[in-house]
């Protein structure tokens, strides 16, 4: 069975760190570009963040540029999101998720259950 | 402000038919595949329609999509009770190099 599962959210104070984790089983991660997407309590979806199978290209959302990095470690099947600074605003369900290969263009498929982050003082 | 404009809301009765307009630009339904997701209640969400039209395996042919210029189009057919869920279309934005969602449409069954 394909999953994924998030892990390494919790409460953190305005201006700390955070690093998600996301654990694959079932398939190989290596084959998959990968995707962060999060939602804020009672809000809609917003992506956060995209890395191609080796790694050697990422892209992001505006407004975490240059305070989150994405990272992926195929061997141990595993991606990840570092979040520093965080914000209130970054406060959100963090959902890993796949870019399936059936697919010619982007879309995110094989979800996450998700792991909460909240920021606040 | 969602890059991607959804109906907040929309509902129809069990057995009928209910579509959901996405609109957007030439950045990014103009020129990449439209995805759609249902949320469930309390659940992550699920990939219903990929490249503007196609269904994963397992989706049920009631659900349909299409394109046409900067818009997409979910349709619904048979509407059950299980199909009350928020609703969301995503796209690649060429212009702004991320992915992008609507803000979701909550759909009610009657």
């Known amino acids: 069975e394909v999953q994924l599962v998030e892990s390494g959210g919790g409460l953190v104070q305005p201006g700390g760190s955070l690093r998600l984790s996301c654990a694959a089983s079932g398939f190989s991660l290596r084959t998959y570009w990968m995707i962060w997407v999060r939602q804020a309590p009672g809000k809609g979806l917003e992506w956060v963040a995209n890395?191609?199978?080796?790694?050697?290209?990422?892209y992001y959302l505006d407004s975490v540029k240059g305070r989150f990095t994405v990272s992926r470690d195929n061997a141990k099947n595993s991606l990840y999101l570092q979040m520093n600074s965080l914000r209130a605003e970054d406060t959100a369900f963090y959902f890993c998720?796949?870019?399936?290969?059936?697919?010619?263009?982007?879309?995110?498929?094989?979800w996450g259950q998700g792991t909460l982050v909240t920021v606040s003082s | 402000q969602s890059v991607l404009t959804q109906p907040p809301s929309v509902s129809a009765a069990p057995g009928q038919k209910v579509t959901i307009s996405c609109s957007g630009s030439s950045s990014n339904i103009g020129k990449n595949y439209v995805s759609w997701y249902q949320q469930l209640p309390g659940t992550a969400p699920r990939l219903l329609i990929y490249d503007n039209d196609k269904r994963p395996s397992g989706i049920p042919d009631r659900f349909s999509g299409s394109k046409s210029g900067t818009s997409a189009t979910l349709g619904i057919t048979g509407l059950q009770t299980g199909d009350e869920a928020d609703y969301y279309c995503?796209?690649?934005?060429?212009?702004?190099?991320?992915?992008?969602f609507g803000g979701g449409t909550k759909l009610t069954v009657l």
């Open positions: 890395i191609k199978q080796d790694g050697s290209e990422k």
């Open positions: 995503g796209t690649w934005d060429s212009g702004l190099s991320g992915g992008v």
């Open positions: 998720a796949t870019n399936p290969l059936y697919s010619d263009g982007w879309a995110v498929d094989s």
